[in-house]
């Protein structure tokens, strides 16, 4: 009993290398060191469908002389035994022909500019073609063809939490294209609706990770970083469709708005921000007026006492200063 175990256990490293040795698979490891199996891509080069027209055009007309000749030498003929001969050519003749005409037409196929076939036969994984041009195939094998034009994602406006816990809303736009049709095709069930899902979560991602505006000067924000946001969005993006042989070429932020929750409260918030900034650079610009004014007529020669200066500056002040919440601050 314990043999049959020390035997099982002593087993058990052979069969992981046997499943990882499949030729179909390979590992990969990204930077957190975790380890997934993908399947890899094998580019195949066809025949040229032409050439296989022809072929298949002379080895007919063969057939079909084989099968004309044959049948006027058995109506003549006096031997049965050359009869029977005859009539097993061109029974050949015919049978090589139907399976000529059947296999060429199944295995025909046309691709595109940037375009790719996968082929696949009896559920194992074959190949994929990229050459474009007419080909001719594998008659028996199921193909799926897949695009490798470059794709656009227009994002729906998500809300997410930012930083500081306020919702915000994200809009994002990637653009992908493929770059593995293996992985493509047979590590996920949709890649289209995998993009989405992905770029839905790394888009999550960055927004809770920033706060909407800077709070510290210099701190990187949404609103404010948005080069540095693209770029780790990009990168954040590209870890996640990696096991789907997908190439995120582009991705940005498009859009960025509080959420309709706080969006009135925030856009108070700025108002009064914006308020005080006007406020303060009007009382220091009449402050540096009412400054050089003094200092004027000091060169001038003119003295002012000073509740002649206090009454000077109190006027001045209130007439660069038009708006009222600004004269009765100053004249308080």
């Not at 990882?20 to 195949?44: A, P």
């Not at 057939?63 to 035994?81: F, H, Q, T």
């Not at 000529?100 to 375009?115: A, K, L, Q, R, Y």
């Not at 701190?219 to 540095?228: Q, T, V, W």
Request: contains cysteine; aromatic residues 8%.
């Amino acid at each position: 009993m314990n043999s049959d175990i020390k035997m099982s256990i002593n087993n058990a490293p052979l069969l992981n290398n046997d499943i990882n040795t499949n030729s179909n698979h390979i590992e990969n490891e990204d930077e957190n060191n975790h380890i997934y199996v993908g399947t890899k891509e094998k580019v195949l080069h066809l025949q040229k469908g032409s050439k296989i027209c022809w072929r298949n055009l002379i080895i007919f007309l063969v057939c079909a002389a084989l099968l004309g000749g044959s049948i006027p030498l058995a109506v003549n003929a006096k031997n049965s035994a050359f009869l029977f001969v005859l009539v097993g050519i061109s029974g050949f003749g015919v049978l090589a022909s139907f399976i000529n005409i059947i296999c060429g037409c199944c295995g025909f196929v046309t691709i595109s500019p940037n375009e790719a076939v996968v082929y696949e036969y009896f559920g194992r994984y074959i190949g994929t073609v990229k050459d474009n041009g007419f080909f001719y195939g594998f008659p028996m094998a199921s193909q799926r063809k897949v695009s490798l034009r470059s794709n656009q994602y227009n994002g729906e406006r998500l809300k997410v939490n930012e930083r500081d816990g306020n919702p915000v809303e994200l809009g994002i736009i990637v653009v992908w294209r493929i770059g593995d049709t293996a992985k493509a095709v047979f590590d996920v069930i949709n890649y289209e609706g995998f993009i989405r899902t992905q770029s839905e979560a790394a888009i999550r991602y960055i927004g809770c990770k920033y706060p909407y505006e800077p709070i510290v000067p210099g701190e990187i924000s949404l609103r404010g970083g948005h080069e540095i946001i693209n770029k780790e969005l990009r990168q954040e993006l590209e870890k996640r469709v990696k096991i789907s042989g997908i190439i995120i070429e582009d991705a940005r932020v498009t859009e960025i708005s509080y959420g309709a929750e706080v969006a009135k409260m925030m856009l108070q918030k700025q108002a009064s921000n914006a308020t005080v900034y006007a406020k303060d650079a009007i009382v220091k610009g009449a402050t540096s007026a009412v400054l050089k004014s003094l200092e004027e007529f000091q060169k001038n020669g003119v003295e002012f006492s000073n509740e002649e200066k206090a009454k000077f500056v109190t006027g001045i002040m209130n007439t660069l200063c038009m708006s009222s919440d600004v004269s009765k601050i100053m004249s308080s």
